[in-house]
């Protein structure tokens, strides 16, 4: 008996994409009817178009160009976020900037805006807030006038320092300061007499040794406890002399020419919005039967 052959079923591959096909011919279709509107509305389209890219350009000539610059500070005491929370406050309160930050009204009248924040760490992408170490704080000023930077530098600084809680941390801080640096002065003074009591119970020996009377000591220890207690003054005399808790490691730098706003990036900005407004409306509110003024070869159905 012979065994029959049994052939797979044929996969019709024109019925498994007909609605594929019917999709993207029904786009097409859609596609070359808004040409067909944007076409017919063309004077519309353009109008719209140019008005709005003039517009963008214009803006060079209403809006008055400003210097943008940035600075860089260290704080110490208070995290870089509160710093910054207390200069974003400036920005809501313009009329008391000349008494806050105490300088004259027309100082204060170049400032158009002040953004701060803590300092991004570009290693890790995190911003370093902690009240333990210094932090740097990154200050970015917007002026109408760059005249007047260096006193709005050195009043923004003054600001920060003079807040009422970075008083008190400093003020206890000297405090600690200066009490271990009396420690220091008497334990320099005691080994300063040790040395001379060590200096004086020692008996030289014809071999160019010598030995000390009563009790061991050690004299090299005592040189070594000296040097290490002048160290540590040395290292509290600058801790003294950099009490503040705001310095400035990068100044604020004046700039030759308005840098801002970027007017050619507004007219770009502009013109790309033009576009998008000008296609909307005319595809809205544009006459939708004007096809006969149209060639031929886009006006015919697709086949």
Known sequence: MEERQTTPPEIDLIYFFRPLTRWFRQFIDWIMRMIRLLMANMVLFLSIFILGSLAGYSLRYIIKPAYRTEAYFITRGMPPKFCSLQL???????????????????????????????????????????????????????????????????????????????????????????????????????????????????????????IILGEPVNPVSIYQAETAYYRDKLRIDEDLQLINNIEVIQPFNATDRPNTPNFNALTVKAVLLSLVLAGLITLLFGKKRMTDRLPSSITEPIR
């Open 88 to 210: 974003e406050g400036l920005n809501n309160n313009f009329e008391a900037i000349p008494r806050l930050l105490q300088i004259s009204p027309e100082v204060a009248g170049t400032i158009k805006s002040i953004r701060s924040g803590p300092l991004v760490d570009t290693a890790t992408g995190t911003r370093r807030d902690s009240i333990m170490t210094p932090n740097v704080l990154s200050v970015q000023l917007t002026l109408i006038d760059i005249r007047y930077i260096d006193t709005i530098q050195h009043a923004l600084v003054n600001y920060l320092e003079n807040n009422t809680y970075m008083q008190a941390r400093k003020k206890v801080r000297i405090q600690s300061l200066l009490q271990l640096k009396e420690s220091m002065d008497k334990k320099l003074q005691s080994l300063d007499s040790l040395k001379k009591i060590v200096n004086s119970s020692i008996i030289p020996r014809s071999g160019g040794q010598g």
